[in-house]
């Protein structure tokens, strides 16, 4: 159990038989009435948040979860497989849990694989991975405006936009963290 009081960003919770994380919290106190405190919760399993409001000093069930090192291998249908880098079992995940990260795996890619009462939550990508660009337009002359970004393709599908300089064939970095910014060149 864990108090309303002690909640700190990243903390995970479970409420009604649902494991929340702590996206962020406001402790409340009115001038008139008992204190509160208002906290903001991401479903872990769905990414979905829900805003929830706790009297001052309550106690909530804490989720824990486990994280275990895991190895991207391959796509196979419906299902991305993954290998145990302890125990080198194989284990079959749907593309929704794992979510936004399919977008940047990668063959032999490690991943942090979260599961809660054995069921499997999601994955922690790397914060940065790089990757190749495939395809994307070639920079216009003259058009050299601050900011100015393009539409690239890399080896994973995805699409980022990225400054006029980078061309086919450049390695990248993409920050997993904010949905696929444009870093750096490699």
Avoid at 5 to 29: I, M
Avoid at 67 to 86: A, P, R, S, V, W
Avoid at 147 to 168: D, M, Y
Wanted: aromatic share 8%; net charge negative.
């Amino acid at each position: 159990m864990i108090s309303v009081n002690d909640f700190k960003t990243g903390v995970t919770v479970e409420l009604d038989g649902v494991a929340y994380q702590v996206v962020e919290f406001q402790h409340v106190k009115p001038g008139k009435g008992a204190a509160f405190v208002r906290a903001k919760l991401k479903n872990i399993k769905t990414g979905g948040n829900v805003e929830r409001t706790f009297r001052g000093g309550e106690k909530i069930p804490k989720a824990h979860l486990d994280k275990c090192e895991m190895q991207y291998l391959y796509h196979d249908g419906d299902n991305y497989i993954f290998m145990d880098t302890t125990s080198y079992e194989q284990l079959g995940i749907s593309a929704e849990a794992l979510g936004d990260g399919v977008k940047w795996l990668l063959e032999n890619m490690n991943v942090g694989v979260l599961m809660w009462q054995g069921n499997i939550m999601g994955i922690e990508m790397p914060n940065f991975v790089e990757l190749t660009v495939t395809a994307c337009e070639p920079g216009v002359k003259g058009d050299t405006a601050t900011g100015v970004t393009k539409q690239a393709t890399l080896e994973t599908g995805a699409t980022v936009q990225v400054p006029l300089f980078v061309e086919e064939g450049d390695r990248i970095r993409i920050d997993t963290r904010t949905g696929g910014e444009y870093m750096e060149r490699v």
